[in-house]
């Protein structure tokens, strides 16, 4: 796997000077991999964390656009990312990824978070939500509406009305 995705990267030229910025937040090392890769391939500067602190220091650090984030990891947990994000101001656009059951997942607040993506999904779907609220993001605005007007119709995402 580590080969493929150093074709695709090489394939997308190292030199390019993405504009956007956004944070993988999962302590599955293959899934952070592919998807800054496939984000990548797009444009877009995607950097990983494999847990709830290593997230925090980076979002301490750069601003991000989008950040994806897992519920169930080492150290410090996606709803303990959440609180601490919310405390501290304005929030990125949150898509919380997960494997987790229904009745962990119903302990999200809507108000917190953007969207919902169920694993196993498929990196390129994934990717395409990512880049548009990326997109939407970096124009100033967002707004739960203009981002499910850009994907309607995805299967992967459940877009929470705020």
């Keep these: 796997m580590r080969k493929v995705l150093r074709g695709i990267a090489a394939g997308v030229g190292m030199a390019m000077e993405p504009t956007k910025r956004v944070l993988i937040v999962d302590d599955d ?23 709830g602190r290593e997230a925090l220091d980076l979002i ?8 994806v984030l897992d519920l169930m990891m080492p150290e410090l947990d996606g709803f303990g990312v959440l609180e601490t994000l919310h405390s501290g101001g304005a929030m990125p656009v949150v898509l919380v990824v997960t494997a987790a059951d229904q009745h962990l997942t119903e302990r ?42 850009m994907i309607a119709g995805a299967p992967l995402v459940t877009l929470l009305s705020r």
Excluded: W
């Design 29 to 51: 090392k293959d899934v952070r991999d592919i998807l800054c890769t496939v984000l990548l391939a797009r444009g877009i500067h995607a950097d990983g964390a494999s847990n």
């Design 60 to 67: 301490a650090q750069h601003p991000y656009l989008v950040v």
């Design 108 to 149: 999200l607040d809507p108000n917190l978070i953007h969207g919902l993506v169920r694993k196993p999904f498929d990196p390129q779907e994934i990717a395409d939500v990512v880049a548009s609220c990326a997109d939407i993001r970096s124009k100033g605005i967002f707004e739960t509406m203009a981002i499910a007007a």
